[in-house]
C-alpha cells in the first residue's frame, strides 16, 4: 500500500507560478512511477506529467510542456510539479498517483493509488 498526500495548490493569477507536492509513505516510494493528473468540473481525468523511478525519464501532456515540471527526491517520498505561466485552463483539482510500472504511463487505469487531490485555481 502506498498513501499519497497532495499540498501546494491556491489561488493564483494568470502567469503566476504554484509548486505542488506529493508525499508519500508505505511501500518503497522509489519503486513506483508518480504521475500528476487533473480534473475540472464537468471533464474527465487528464494526464499532466509523470516521471521514472529515478526521475531520468519525464513525460508531459502536450497542454503544459514548457510550463509544467514534474520531479521526484526519492530521499523525501515526495515528487513535485512545478507549474509556471499558469493560465485559467489549468484549473482543476491536482491528483498524485503512484504507478508499479517501469515506464511513465499516462492514463489513470493505469496507476495503482492515488492522493485525495488539492485545488488549484488561475483566475483571468
Known amino acids: 500500500q502506498v498513501q499519497l498526500v497532495e499540498s501546494g495548490g491556491g489561488l493564483v493569477q494568470a502567469g503566476g507560478s504554484l509548486r505542488l507536492s506529493c508525499a508519500a509513505s508505505g511501500h518503497p516510494f522509489s519503486r513506483y512511477v508518480m504521475g500528476w493528473f487533473r480534473q475540472a468540473p464537468g471533464k474527465e481525468r487528464e494526464f499532466v506529467a509523470a516521471?521514472?523511478?529515478?526521475?531520468?525519464?519525464?513525460n508531459y501532456a502536450d497542454s503544459v510542456k514548457g510550463r509544467f515540471t514534474i520531479s521526484r527526491d526519492n530521499a523525501k517520498n515526495t515528487v513535485y510539479l512545478q507549474m509556471n505561466s499558469l493560465k485559467p485552463e489549468d484549473t482543476a483539482v491536482y491528483y498524485c498517483a503512484a504507478d508499479a510500472a517501469v515506464i511513465a504511463r499516462t492514463r489513470a487505469y493505469e496507476y495503482d493509488y492515488w492522493g485525495q487531490g488539492t485545488q488549484v485555481t488561475v483566475s483571468s
Open positions: 516521471i521514472s523511478w529515478t526521475g531520468g525519464l519525464t
